[in-house]
């Protein structure tokens, strides 16, 4: 398996769940995509739509990639692509700490939603490659009561700059959310549910991709 994307987080959640995967980084302009496309349709897209868009052009590159590096790879490359709506509002990486400390004044004791779209390609030598791809989405609940002396803490880590929402719940930010509704690995990243499907619907069964295969 390639994972299309060098997200330490994507990474070690593919890990946790028993897979390894080589990384390759996507050759995509994401603002550019997303440019286009809404210039071309003449309207913006949905949070479902936009991170579906930008997980297909990233898995679709990198599959393209190997297929002309190495025509004999036999196997699967997975896309994806996060962004956090909070009452309509999309929020991307921060990549500022004052950018992620108004965010967090904001988020606390409120709800979002966390969009994530996944593409899966099949690639087989000699056969045309096969895709399937979904969104998954979660939402989060953020604790009311986090005090700005712990939003200063949080920030000045630096965990939240890089991070679709300027939060995460499997590290540091995790103390700080209450409830996380739908598959938790989504809020990760990537949900690994939603993976396992798709992988299924391209003929993959999900525990032959484990880096040590259970016996059939």
């Known amino acids: ?12 959640l593919l890990r946790q769940a028993g897979i390894d995967p080589v990384t390759r980084a996507p050759q995509v302009d994401e603002e550019a995509v997303i440019a286009a496309v809404e210039t071309a349709e003449g309207r913006t897209l949905s949070p479902d739509e936009h991170v579906l868009l930008l997980a297909r052009r990233k898995a679709q590159d990198v599959a393209a990639a190997i297929a002309a590096d190495d025509p004999a790879f036999d196997g699967t490359v ?19 700490p004052e950018v992620a400390t108004a965010r967090w004044h904001d988020m606390r ?16 030598p000699g056969e045309a490659p096969r895709e399937a791809h979904a969104v998954a989405a979660a939402s989060v609940t953020f604790a009311a009561d986090v005090a700005d002396a712990e939003i200063a803490a949080y920030v000045g880590t630096g965990e939240p700059l890089q991070v679709a929402g300027a939060f995460t719940v499997d590290s540091l930010g995790g103390a700080f959310i209450e409830r996380v509704e739908g598959d938790p690995s989504t809020v990760v990243g990537m949900s690994l549910s939603t993976l396992r499907h798709l992988c299924g619907e391209l003929g993959i069964r999900w525990t032959d991709l484990w880096t040590a295969p259970v016996a059939s």
Do not use: W
């Open 1 to 12: 398996m390639c994972l299309a994307s060098t997200s330490p987080a994507r990474l070690m």
């Open 78 to 96: 997975i896309g994806g692509d996060s962004m956090f709506e909070l009452d309509g509002q999309i929020l991307g990486k921060p990549h500022r």
């Open 109 to 124: 004791g409120r709800t979002g939603v966390l969009h994530s779209g996944h593409s899966v390609f099949r690639l087989t």
